[in-house]
């Protein structure tokens, strides 16, 4: 079976993209700690990597991008509050390009094929998820291990994501819900660091219309 690297944060969007591929591809799933305040994510990761039956989970610490990042962004600003709504203040700089450039080296190694992130067509505000720029790091990815690629030491990778495939946030969670049942109300997408999703953030609301833009009744427990 082909392997594939799956960027793997334990959201709703990663957690489906791995039930959208699971049947295909043997799955590899790597989770940053970057700094971010929803350190729960990381707790939802791990548990569900063993749920869907990653043949690897690695958490990778680069928390020192916290303090690169500085203020510039409201999810490792301590300083600064998180909007309801989308604000670019949500953009973390070139943070999928930092996580997919890791990912890329580790798929290289293991000779995967696929490497993969959870942008949906939903993350159009978000210039790293769009597939214009996946579509340019994958060829200079490839580029940069050409000579391996040529000489079928390296395979050559696609960096895929749902958004490549014009798939959105309530495509992901039929299928998530379809292969995890109700435990695909345990996924984590709340941006603060509280023990229950806020109910008010960005990523809470956005969860909430893709439930119900799906047809399902939303069960995640929420503080609002």
Not at 143 to 150: F, K, L, T, V
Request: with cysteine.
């Amino acid at each position: 079976m082909k392997k594939a690297v799956v960027v793997f944060s334990g959201g709703v969007d990663s957690v489906c993209a791995v039930s959208f591929l699971k049947s295909k591809y043997e799955l590899y799933g790597i989770t940053f700690s970057y700094g971010q305040k929803a350190n729960m994510e990381i707790s939802a990761a791990k548990s569900f990597a063993k749920k869907l039956g990653l043949k690897q989970h690695k958490i990778i610490d680069i928390g020192f991008m916290k303090e690169l990042y500085g203020d510039s962004n409201v999810l490792t600003s301590s300083k600064r509050k998180i909007p309801s709504k989308f604000e670019y203040s949500i953009v973390v700089p070139i943070r999928n390009a930092v996580f997919l450039s890791v990912a890329s080296a580790w798929a290289y190694t293991l000779n995967a094929s696929l490497v993969v992130y959870g942008a949906h067509t939903g993350d159009k505000h978000y210039p790293d998820c769009r597939p214009a720029f996946a579509k340019k790091l994958e060829s200079a990815f490839n580029q940069g291990e050409i000579d391996g690629i040529n000489s079928k030491l390296r395979k050559k990778i696609e960096i895929w994501s749902p958004y490549r495939e014009g798939l959105s946030k309530s495509d992901l969670l039929k299928k998530g819900k379809t292969v995890l049942g109700d435990s695909i109300f345990k996924t984590w997408s709340c941006y603060s660091n509280k023990k229950l999703h806020c109910g008010v953030c960005e990523s809470c609301n956005n969860r909430k219309i893709a439930f119900e833009k799906a047809g399902i009744l939303d069960k995640t427990k929420y503080l609002k």
